[in-house]
């Protein structure tokens, strides 16, 4: 088959005779000296050194043809098409391995690039001119492309994390403390403005301790089994605050003016008792302390407690561990004394004990009772708190019912 090719100098594409291309030239080199029409049997493009190309023409006479011309186009192909496909990337990552595509140790530049290297003196400078021209503006436009990226990632994260300003806040959820322990340091705050100070001791004590030491013997009923919880070592939970009073003593000399507010433990469980509960004992030791004294001081207690217009009256009782005792009641302050439901229809309500300390006591601690006397008093908190906040049973303190407890 014979084939017609033109040249042309300064021609820029070789045509067959159909008019298909079948390559350019930039009409140097022996195809445009010669000029004219060359009748070629065939022509046909043939890679050689990566991107320089090389034209075989047979016919007329065989000659090769090294096409400059084709480095030329290529370059401008790649950049056209590198422009036109960093049109269409969407992703950061797709940028990336688009651009191991024409700049990567294999790429289509970077092999335009290694083919420098075959052309001739003359030629390098318009070539390389042209693929540094090439490269600057590749670069260019991924760098622009990536920054574009990168925005428009930033934009998107922007919108995903948006936050609408305009709707109400959540309340986080804050602890508060429970009515009892808001209740024990009511009674705490109290007490120390009247120069009492508060000490604490060990929950678990031994018999002598609890007992022994506060005047009440082996054959008392409170040392049964069924009113005390006993360890197997012989130490018990202490049923009472009362042996913090003995070990205050033991450990100064009078004058003594202590609270000892904490936790004890009996066999109980109903309405009014739960087997664990709080208590604040009081104790006064001093030369001269009466009887009178100790009833002031409650009475103040009292109506800091539960108003000015609370009312208060002793009864008689009895404690192992004072003597004279008693037990003080205070105005109902639902129907303010005129007898309801909460009072047993009495008006008065129990709030503690209390007594003059018993002279066994002292002795006990090596206190001279010729020397001290002094008063004792114990009330328990959750009994107080049920007043205050008019809880009807003792045992809901403790069922941890967020909607009970939330109340207060
Ligand atoms: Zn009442």
Redesign the pocket.
Known sequence: MRATAEFHPGATQLENEAGRFVGATSGSRQSTKRGGTAEVDACRFRPHNNFNHKLEVTGQSDRCFFLRGTMKAELQAIQAEALAALKSVETLDALESLRITYFGRKGKLTDVMKGMGTLSKEERPEIGRLANEVRATLTQAFEAATEALHHQQQEHQLEAEAVDITLPGRKPAYGKAHPVMQTLERIEAIFRQMGFEAVTGPEVETEYYNFDALNTPADHPARDLHDTFYLTDGHLLRTHNSPVQIRAMESQSPPVRIIVPGKCYRVDYDVSHTPMFHQVEGLLVDKHATFSELKGILTSFARQMFGDQTQMRFRPHFFPFTEPSAEMDIS?A??Q???????GGT?W?EILGAGAVDPAVFEAVNYDPDEVTGFAFGMGVERIANLQFHIPDIRTLYENDLRFLRQF
């Open positions: 109902c639902v129907c004394g005129d007898g309801c439901r909460s009072c008006g309500v």
